[in-house]
């Protein structure tokens, strides 16, 4: 060294400003990543906070506390790695469950959206009829610097209120005479009315004795009373016409001694009557077995066939020396790599009665209703799911048997096992060992294998004697669809107590499919 270590502290100069450049830039795009993150949950606090969702509220602030302490100390490392994926996991996972199984237990649906003092509110609104022989006022809807809607009416002597109360003094009028403008407040317009439309409707101005003013064009007003009283002390509400009364049930209605009830209903919490209800109610309690049985059925011969047929096709192909075995392999698995919805919707078009490929070309123009008889069309669907299906099944087996140690095999022909010997004694048993586990994992996914249902029978034929929408080839998952979102009458908490009792089932079966798979471990390890 030619001075005291001046070439080695040269040299190591440049690098010292090249890592003090990178981390100044590591800690910019931080700092910036971290200032859009927060301005997100600055703005998500302010809308929860607007609807007084403290939920959210809760949950948004905690999350960015944690989030801003962990990417800016250095106490906790793992914790960079961990906070991302822990935040999507109660998103959409942890508050899905929750969420599901709370509703569960409620009558929320069609028909049951509202808190209950909102929908006594709107039976009353409904109940409202125009006094008989009452005139129609000439009204404006104007709103006043807070924002609020208050109804600006001419009645047919001239006189003019704001409100119920009379005006004299800063009034516009047109030419017929009609108050279209007061000082201080701002006319709405048409499109003004439009976007305010449910508003306008609910806008009453009470006078009296006569009843309340109301409008439903924003142009033209007129008295109205309603039909129902409401007791408070009570909870029930009166018809004043024919003495009628309705009480407030358990089931979310007010209902009369004779069965009949007001609509809309709000959300009551039922305990566990959804839960029930598939075993009390006659009427659904015979579909939902066909279609109980039927899902187990569809998931355990899915899932025979799928690896029955992969098996045989990665042993055909699993021999060495083989010509053109890769090609083969790769041909086999195009089925898998196309999107299964577009498959099972090429599936459908070629099973058409009428018009399908395969009728028309292969069965020579024959008339089999392949989609259109109940068991043809379950057989339909398993031969859907065999092609979508068996190439996974021939991936996986191949992968074990190549995984099966050579020597095992010639072993076995040493000792002179015959082939089926060596399948049955050796290969199986190693093959089991690794697949098992992705066997349980298939089995959870056919229980719920919406796509295929959906796209290629719609879960038809219908069951005529379902009290909803049912078929002859829907699963359990498909028969939550169609109580969830299949129409009018949705009923959601129905439909959350099935997907409970879903979870259930595929949870109690997994957990036992993966304690077997560990006794088969251990037999053979």
Known sequence: MTTKGGERVGAHRPRLAEGGSTSTAALIGKITLLGAINALAVYGLLTAFA????????????????????YFSKRVEAGKYLVPGLLFLLVFQVYIVVH????????????????????????????????????????????GSDGTLELLATDPAG???????????????????????????????????TTRQEEVLDLRVPLGAQGALRTQDGATGFLARPTLRHDPAADTLTDVESGKVYAASHSGYYEAADGSTLTPGWTENVGFDNFARVLTDTRLRGPFV???????????????????????????????????????RSLLVLPYAVPSFLSALVWTGML??????????????????????????KGSVLLVNLWLGFPYMFLICTGALQ??????NEAAKIDGASAWQHFRRVTLPLLLVSTAPLLVAAFAFNFNNFT?????????????????????????????????????????????????????????????????????EETYS
């Not at 279209?180 to 006319?187: I, L, Q, S, W």
């Not at 066909?290 to 355990?300: G, K, L």
């Not at 058409?352 to 043809?376: E, I, K, R």
């Not at 995984?403 to 095992?408: F, G, N, R, V």
């Open 290 to 328: 066909s279609v109980f049985i039927w899902t187990f059925v569809f998931a355990a011969l899915s899932v025979l066939f799928n690896f029955a047929i992969g098996l045989l096709l990665a042993l055909a192909l699993n021999k060495t020396g083989m010509k053109g075995r890769n090609l083969y």
């Open 352 to 377: 058409n009665q009428t018009f399908g490929f395969v009728n028309q070309t292969l069965l020579g123009g024959a008339d089999v209703p392949w989609l259109n008889d109940p068991w043809l069309a």
């Open 452 to 520: 295929v249902i959906y796209f290629v029978t719609g879960g038809g034929p219908n069951l005529p004697e379902a009290p909803i929408t049912l078929g002859s080839t829907d699963l359990l998952i498909s028969m939550v669809y169609k109580i969830a979102f299949g129409g009018a009458g949705r009923e959601w908490g129905f439909a959350s107590a099935m997907s409970a009792m879903i979870f259930v089932i595929v949870a109690g079966i997994s957990a036992f499919g993966l304690r077997r798979t560990r006794s088969l």
């Open 100 to 143: 599901t199984a709370a509703a569960a237990f409620t009558n929320v649906g069609d028909g049951h959206n509202l808190e209950k003092p909102r929908a006594l509110e709107h039976i009353l609104a409904v109940s409202e009829k125009r006094v008989p022989d009452s005139p129609l006022y000439k009204v404006a809807v104007v709103t």
């Open 403 to 408: 995984a099966i140690p050579a020597e095992l």
């Open 51 to 70: 609807v007084g969702d403290w939920g959210i509220f809760g949950f948004v602030a905690i999350a960015t506390a944690v989030a801003d302490y962990v």
């Open 159 to 193: 006189q003019v209120t704001l409100g119920g109360e009379q005006v004299t003094e800063g009034i516009t009028r047109d030419s017929s005479g009609k108050a279209t403008a007061v000082e201080g407040y701002r006319t709405l317009e048409l499109r003004d009315l």
